[in-house]
Each structure stands twice: as C-alpha cells, then as structure tokens.
T-cell receptor, first 114, second 113 residues
Framework: EAGVAQSPRYKIIEKRQSVAFWCNPI?????LYWYQQILGQGPKLLIQ????????DSQLPKDRFSAERLKGVDSTLKIQPAKLEDSAVYLC????????????FGSGTQLSVL | GEDVEQSLFLSVREGDSSVINCTYT??????LYWYKQEPGAGLQLLTY?????DMKQDQRLTVLLNKKDKHLSLRIADTQTGDSAIYFC?????????????FGRGTQLTVWP
C-alpha cells in the first residue's frame, strides 16, 4: 500500500516569497491534515479536511497561509508571503474515515526561509 | 488546548529497558497515542491506549496510564539501536474537533551499543 506522498522534499526561499507544498494521501482516506513542525517541537495542526471541506483551521495563520483540497483527494498548502518564522517541516497526514487519530504521515517538506 | 510535557532526552544501553514519560492536562482525552519519528521521516503510530485502561502490552511495548495523575508512560523492553528516534506522546481531543491530537515536544531516545 502506498503511503502519504509529499513534495517537494526540501525548499529554500527568501522571506516575502511564496511557496506551495503538495500532498497526496493514502487512497480512501477521507481525512487529511497539515501539520507544522518547528525544529525541537512537536507537530502543530494547521488545518484538517474531511473530504474537500475544512473541519478545523483555527490555528492556520490565514493572513499568509492557505490550503485547499479540491475533489477531496490531493491537497496544497501555500504560504504567501513567507516569514523567517515559517521555517519548519510541513507534514501531511491522512486517516481512515471514523478512525481519525490513527494518522499516517508523509515524510514532510522541509522549508527554510532566509 | 492541551499541554503535553515530556522529558527531552533519554539514553539507554542496548538490551536495557527504556521508559518514556508524559504528562498531560486534559482529563477528557479518551485516546492516548505514542508516535515515533526517525530522522528525516514523518511520524509513525506505535501504539495507543483507551482512557478506560490502565495498561496495554504490544510485543516489546508496554503503555501505562495513570488517569488520576494524567500520566502516561511507554516502556520499551530489550531496547535496540533501531529504536533510537524521537517519541511523541499525543492525547486525542474528542471534543469539538474529531481526532485532534496534541503533541508534546518529544523525547529523543538514544540507544548505545
């Protein structure tokens, strides 16, 4: 069974530039999550989708971050404009319907903002 | 939100047992999870325990839950060098958002040969 796919693996940008990350969840997983993991900290939930609808985006900095999940499968997370403090690993995860806490994580995108 | 505290580092010798501790603040957490993160990788679910249980054993892993003290521990028997990783305790919030996990900062386990 294929896992959660994320790209790119690494990204280096300058502050005020924009960047986008892509995630393809495990087939059949209706719930998709984006987490931000700053170095030395645990992952923090940014946004949770159920199919193509947003369940929770309370911790998403909406002035600069946006996410979409068109057609309820792939998802993209965008940052525009990026700040230095956005340097982190962005993890995508998915789970089976009804088994929300058993998350399957991708390897993440490591973002460095210079 | 929930506060989750873990000690940051643990070092053990290969073959010994490892015990990773975690405290949390939200008594309504109904599921409590342990995730493992190896360098450069995402998190991998190790095991979990329901809040109505005191203990769960899963091969080399033993989870103990003290709900009164809001304390969770993960014991790894016969620790191997391949167990070196960061371990995250993650209580699940079954409140307004289904499946919301709160992660601690993680415990870096180093296993010496």
């Amino acid at each position: 069974e294929a896992g959660v796919a994320q790209s790119p693996r690494y990204k280096i940008i300058e502050k005020r530039q924009s960047v986008a990350f892509w995630c393809n969840p495990i087939s059949g997983h209706a719930t998709l999550y984006w987490y931000q993991q700053i170095l030395g900290q645990g992952p923090k939930l940014l946004i949770q989708f159920q199919n193509n609808g947003v369940v929770d985006d309370s911790q998403l900095p909406k002035d600069r971050f946006s996410a979409e999940r068109l057609k309820g499968v792939d998802s993209t997370l965008k940052i525009q404009p990026a700040k230095l403090e956005d340097s982190a690993v962005y993890l995508c995860a998915s789970s089976f319907p009804g088994v929300y806490e058993k998350l399957f994580f991708g390897s993440g995108t490591q973002l460095s903002v210079l | 939100g929930e506060d989750v505290e873990q000690s940051l580092f643990l070092s053990v010798r290969e073959g010994d047992s490892s015990v990773i501790n975690c405290t949390y603040t939200d008594s309504s957490s109904t599921y409590l999870y342990w995730y493992k993160q190896e360098p450069g990788a995402g998190l991998q679910l190790l095991t979990y325990i329901f809040s109505n249980m005191d203990m769960k054993q899963d091969q080399r892993l033993t989870v103990l839950l003290n709900k009164k003290d809001k304390h969770l521990s993960l014991r790894i028997a016969d620790t191997q060098t391949g167990d070196s990783a960061i371990y995250f305790c993650a209580p699940a919030d079954r409140g307004s958002t289904l499946g919301r996990l709160y992660f601690g900062r993680g415990t870096q386990l180093t296993v010496w040969p």
